[in-house]
């Protein structure tokens, strides 16, 4: 599975991105989609995660009620909707596949930069 982000860049605290990420190489049936972030200085942690099915979410606190994965089957997309975005989003973010009840999530993308000023 290859996996393809886009859509960061740099916006002011209080503003919306929408990140995408494109998968090729296979169908993502069956497998659970996860959008990462990794900030300066700070590992990386689990920022959204949702089910093949789309049926199940999760989203770290620090981004719920804020931010919205979704995917579409049809496009084999996976995208994270950021609103209310405020300069600790900071990170670059990346999307990655872990097939069904995998522990760890073994396809990643190659990362897009978002930049939030305050």
């Known amino acids: 599975v290859q996996l393809q982000a886009s859509g960061g860049g740099w916006v002011q605290a209080g503003d919306s991105l929408r990140l995408s990420c494109a998968a090729s190489g296979r169908t993502l049936s069956g497998y659970v989609m996860g959008w990462f972030r990794q900030a300066p200085g700070k590992e990386r942690e689990l920022v959204a995660q949702?089910?093949?099915?789309?049926?199940?979410?999760f989203y770290a606190d620090s981004v719920k009620g804020r931010f919205t994965i979704s995917r579409d089957k049809f496009k084999n997309t996976v995208d994270l909707q950021m609103n209310s975005l405020k300069f600790e989003d900071t990170a670059v973010y990346y999307c990655?596949?872990?097939?069904?009840?995998?522990?760890?999530?073994?396809?990643w993308g190659q990362g897009t930069q978002v930049t939030v000023s305050s």
């Open positions: 990655a596949a872990r097939f069904g009840t995998a522990a760890e999530y073994p396809y």
């Open positions: 949702i089910s093949w099915s789309g049926g199940r979410t």
